[in-house]
């Protein structure tokens, strides 16, 4: 059967609520996705599901729907009908599964490191090889952030270090950093799912004796050789004297999250205590890197 999908721009306070408006108009599904590789988590019973802050909610309606009548619905109730954001897209009649499956493949970051979900055959066998499946609590690293922070570990000698990895999400950076043969990794994140999604990804890949994870009212007091914080411009310039609190004297640290337009400002901010590398870019967004010496 062919499909047409409707996506609505939302944020996180909207996103549920434009979930319901699709569903009212005859929606057979709906779905969220986020701008910025940023995992959500199935939520613990009698928690609510955290959205991120720029969300798209996809609407999956039959073809022979009317999608004039139902955007002008929508148009109608939505805050601000001249300006909502919507796009409308055929979808073929397809195995969509399959479809879904065939659209990851193993990603390659740096000279040495493969991401790889489970069905696909690892390209290297004798590559460092990070075994880790698409799903509810995923960052694909096909995301620029993550693309440049994996890129970054990959170019490090790792070899007995000791690694924070400061939001952790899914844990794939942690996972590339115990590949890449870190001694410890230490991952921090504010949502406890994605602890627990770090954990379980971290047993697939036969690491979790190496990962030591915590909410941030937990966080040990240590400094690391090397610090990667792949979250967002606000966080990584508030919570920077955090941050630097971990990075040892001449270790090193890694930020991402960040738009180009931003980059100057953080690189500024966090060379108050690093003699800071050049920003690197990857489509609009930014890596910034740097040794401690202060």
């Known amino acids: 059967m062919p499909w047409i999908q409707l996506r609505l721009a939302a944020n996180e306070e ?40 720029n969300t798209v909610v996809m609407g999956l309606f039959d073809a022979s729907h ?8 929508l148009k109608s ?27 990851f493949h193993p990603m390659k970051f740096g000279e040495r490191l493969w991401v790889c979900p489970s069905w696909r055959d690892v390209p290297d066998a004798d590559a460092v090889n990070v075994m880790l499946d698409p799903g509810l609590a995923f960052g694909t690293g096909t995301h620029p952030t993550t693309a440049l922070c994996l890129t970054w570990l990959d ?35 504010i949502d ?5 999604a770090s954990l379980a990804n971290a047993q697939r890949n036969g690491v979790e004796d190496r990962l030591e994870l915590f909410l941030p ?3 040990p007091t240590l400094q690391a050789d090397v610090v990667v914080a792949n979250i967002l411009a606000g966080p990584l310039r508030e ?23 931003q980059g100057s400002e953080l690189q500024g901010i966090y060379g108050q205590w690093c003699t800071m590398d050049p920003i690197t870019v990857q489509e609009e967004w930014v890596r910034l890197s740097g040794v401690r010496n202060k």
């Open 192 to 196: 406890p799912q994605a602890l627990q």
């Open 239 to 261: 919570l920077a004297p955090v941050i630097m609190n971990y990075v040892a004297q001449n270790g090193l640290v890694a930020l991402s999250g960040i738009l180009e337009e």
């Open 217 to 219: 009212k937990d966080q």
């Open 77 to 103: 109730i939505h805050p601000d009908k001249d300006g909502m954001k919507y796009k409308l897209e055929q979808l073929e009649d397809k195995d969509w599964e399959r479809e879904w499956m065939d659209n």
């Open 155 to 189: 170019s490090l000698d790792l070899t007995d270090k000791v690694v924070v990895d400061f939001g952790c999400g899914s844990g794939i950076l942690s996972l590339a950093a115990l590949k890449l043969g870190a001694k410890k990794v230490i991952g921090i994140d």
């Open 14 to 53: 909207t996103a549920e609520k434009y979930s319901d408006w699709l569903m009212a108009c005859g929606s057979q599904a709906v779905t969220f996705i986020d701008a910025q590789d940023t995992p959500i988590y199935e939520p613990l019973p009698g928690d609510e599901v955290v959205y991120w802050n």
């Open 66 to 73: 009317d999608m004039d009548k139902a955007i002008a619905y």
